[in-house]
């Protein structure tokens, strides 16, 4: 069974920097896409970045430039650096986990989900 615990959540000024983590057990690296979705309140989970099999990345287009997503050397935490915050990225942030080599952009294709952590930005 895979569980992912996220951590590294908090409140922070505009401009600032935040680090996700999200502790992975129960897959194997070579057979599962991680990612990030975003839920703010009254909103639906939107997707933030991924990273697919190969190391490959992808982001949403509102977070490029200014997120950076990464895993350790043994796969077995998943990182995502936030910079430059905004007011608009406050949400609570979740890491999922989808069994196939690609990664896609619609929560529904995700099997795994952890229990989120809160990020939020103030102006």
């Known amino acids: 069974q895979v569980q992912l615990v996220e951590s590294g959540g908090g409140s922070v000024q505009a401009g600032g920097s935040l680090r996700l983590s999200c502790a992975a057990s129960?897959?194997?690296?070579?057979?599962?896409?991680l990612g990030w979705f975003r839920q703010a309140p009254g909103k639906e989970r939107d997707f933030v970045s991924a990273?697919?099999?190969?190391?490959?990345?992808s982001y949403a287009d509102s977070v490029k430039g200014r997120f950076t997503i990464s895993q350790d050397n043994a796969k077995i935490t998943l990182y995502l650096q936030m910079n430059s915050l905004k007011p608009e990225d406050t949400a609570t942030y979740f890491c999922?986990?989808?069994?196939?080599?690609?990664?896609?952009?619609?929560?529904?294709?995700?099997?795994?989900w952890g229990q989120g952590t809160q990020v939020t930005v103030s102006s």
């Open positions: 990273i697919d099999t190969d190391g490959s990345p």
């Open positions: 129960g897959y194997s690296y070579s057979s599962y896409c």
């Open positions: 999922a986990a989808r069994k196939g080599r690609l990664c896609y952009f619609y929560p529904v294709d995700y099997n795994y």
